[in-house]
């Protein structure tokens, strides 16, 4: 079992465990604060300092002079000369070489309030497994962590060719900004240095995140047999359990704190699934997952036919909104939880998942 293997069926199983036992204690944590909706004027942080490069060192890879500053000023950079760059929305730059042998990604993230270590390693991992998840021979050759940063270093192959990454986490007050540098092994002197020479310029201004910087970067995801689908932030980390509820599959993503969960339940029996039938097996499978104190607020019938239950579980103490329908033998639960406390937080993010919500 490779390191990128071992990594997947971890998280899995600590996320399972973590789902299973509802939201974690958080009295140690600092509590999330109301983001701005105005940026202020900044206050530069920059990653840890390393040796000043020189102009031999990167092999003659010019970096521009003048600075590239992401569009929400959160942060700025300078990219190599020369290179195919462009804007991917308000927080994220992407450049390539003219040989496209090296890429270049720099993109921040607010996570709403300062992530501890734990949590930090939470949202390394779920970045990474959803970058190169897909990549063939993925192996992380060095992991390195310091206060506030954590480097991994990998290779991977790409169709023939092979590849090795560098992706950098900093934590920066309520954000995490996130640097990767690829090239093609068969071209690793031409750019030994370049990652150190532009991370070593890279300034973030945590007084500009804003409410629109959390979590902003999504990716569509399908429920379990192709029901629907959805999207999610991509540092959110993945869970599924397929053992602890009789003939149910429970899966989805969990923030990187914890404080936070989309959970998709799919039941399905040998019949066909009535109305008496969807109405027993939803409370069982809700009072399974929630609680059997579980009580519920709201119970309404959307538009496109599925029943939303709007509810509160006091010996957790989350609360949570449960869509549910079902499509011949299968009951699905398409549910989000918060804690109490992280409400102003993460409510706009989930709400925003569930509006996603997309019947194939």
Not at 189 to 218: C, H, Q, W
Not at 324 to 341: H, K, Q
Request: glycine fraction near 6%; charged fraction near 20%; include cysteine.
């Amino acid at each position: 079992m490779n390191k990128s293997t071992r990594i997947l069926f971890l998280i899995s199983i600590l996320i399972v465990l973590q789902v299973a036992a509802g939201c974690t204690d958080v009295g140690s944590q600092e509590q999330p604060t109301e983001l701005s909706s105005q940026p202020t004027i900044p206050a530069a942080i920059t990653p840890t300092p390393r040796p000043a490069q020189t102009a031999e060192s990167t092999n003659s890879i010019a970096i521009s002079e003048q600075a590239y500053i992401s569009p929400s000023g959160i942060f700025q950079i300078n990219l190599p000369e020369g290179w195919n760059c462009s804007e991917s929305g308000q927080f994220q730059v992407n450049c390539e070489s003219p040989m496209s042998d090296a890429r270049l990604q720099a993109r921040i993230s607010s996570t709403g309030y300062e992530l501890t270590d734990e949590a930090l390693d939470a949202f390394m991992y779920a970045e990474l497994v959803n970058r190169y998840g897909t990549v063939k021979e993925y192996n992380e050759t060095n992991l390195e962590k310091t206060a506030g940063e954590i480097v991994s270093r990998a290779t991977w192959r790409e169709e023939a060719d092979y590849w090795e990454s560098v992706d950098a986490f900093w934590r920066n007050g309520r954000g995490v900004f996130h640097l990767t540098f690829l090239n093609k092994q068969a071209n690793s002197e031409m750019y030994a240095d370049l990652y150190e020479t532009i991370s070593d310029g890279v300034l973030v201004f945590p007084e500009n995140i804003t409410k629109e910087a959390l979590y902003p970067f999504r990716e569509t995801v399908s429920a379990r047999s192709g029901l629907f689908e959805y999207d999610i932030p991509t540092s959110w980390t993945r869970f599924i359990d397929g053992t602890s509820i009789e003939k149910t599959v429970v899966e989805g993503y969990i923030s990187p704190d914890a404080r936070a969960s989309v959970q998709i339940a799919t039941y399905t029996q040998g019949t066909f699934i009535d109305q008496d039938a969807k109405g027993f097996n939803t409370r069982e499978v809700m009072f399974q997952l929630y609680g059997y104190d579980l009580k519920n607020s709201d119970d309404r019938a959307l538009p496109d036919g599925r029943e939303r239950l709007t509810w509160y579980a006091a010996e957790k103490d989350i609360n949570g909104v449960t869509d549910f329908d079902t499509y011949v033998n299968t009951l699905y639960l398409f549910t989000i939880t918060w804690e109490p406390t992280t409400e102003s937080l993460y409510l706009p993010v989930l709400q925003a998942i569930q509006d996603s919500f997309t019947r194939k």
